[in-house]
Structure formats: C-alpha cells, structure tokens
C-alpha cells in the first residue's frame, strides 16, 4: 500500500485549499481512507474518512460544514476540500487507509508522508 500526498501550502485565513491523495495496492471496498492531521504540540486529530465498504463518509466536528472528503476510484485518488479555513486548522496533514476509519490515526495505519497546510491570520 502507498499514499502520495500533494496539495499543501499557506493560505490565508478563510481560503481554500484541496489536497490530493494518490493511492495504490489497496482496494477501497477493503480499506477505510482518508485524512487526519497533526499540529506541532498536539495530538493526532483524524479530520475525514471514507468507511471500507460501504464508502460513507465521517467528519470531525470541527470541520464539518467546511471541508469535503471525496474520491475519484478511476484515478485511485482521494480529495480533501478545505474552505473557511481557520489558523487552527494549521498542521501536517496525512493521508491514510486501515480496516476502519478509527484507526487512521494510529500508528497501526499506513500513512503518507504528510503535507504541511499553514493558515495565516
């Protein structure tokens, strides 16, 4: 399995950005995928996934109403729309799949390498 993040940058407070998450070796009936993040000094936040199998969709509280998760299976990529962004929203930002969307997180996930979305006051 191999995730290929693009998409990343600084943006000011209230842009928007979409990161691209190109994904191979694994089947999205099997694997959950989708995002999580992490800023310096906090914990790992899973931000929005799509479930194995069925391909619902969950969402952060606090991002929801702002971001989109979506997915071209053609192109074995995964999107995340980020709109209204917020300084907080400010970390690396990871593109992962495992069995279930509650461990995307986890060090049990395989990750990408992560890319850095900075949002400015």
């Known amino acids: 399995v191999q995730l290929v993040e693009s998409g990343g940058g600084l943006v000011q407070a209230g842009g928007s950005l979409r990161l691209s998450c190109r994904v191979s070796?694994?089947?999205?009936?099997?694997?959950?995928t989708g995002w999580f993040r992490q800023a310096p000094g906090k914990e790992r936040e899973g931000v929005s996934c799509f479930k194995s199998g069925s391909g619902g969709t969950q969402y952060a509280d606090s991002v929801k109403g702002r971001f989109t998760i979506s997915r071209d299976i053609a192109k074995s990529t995964v999107y995340l729309e980020m709109n209204s962004l917020k300084p907080e929203d400010t970390a690396v930002y990871y593109c992962?799949?495992?069995?279930?969307?509650?461990?995307?997180?986890?060090?049990?996930?395989?990750w990408g390498q992560g890319t850095q979305v900075t949002v400015s006051p």
């Open positions: 992962a799949a495992d069995f279930s969307c509650s461990y995307l997180h986890t060090v049990h996930a395989t």
């Open positions: 070796g694994l089947s999205f009936d099997d694997y959950a």
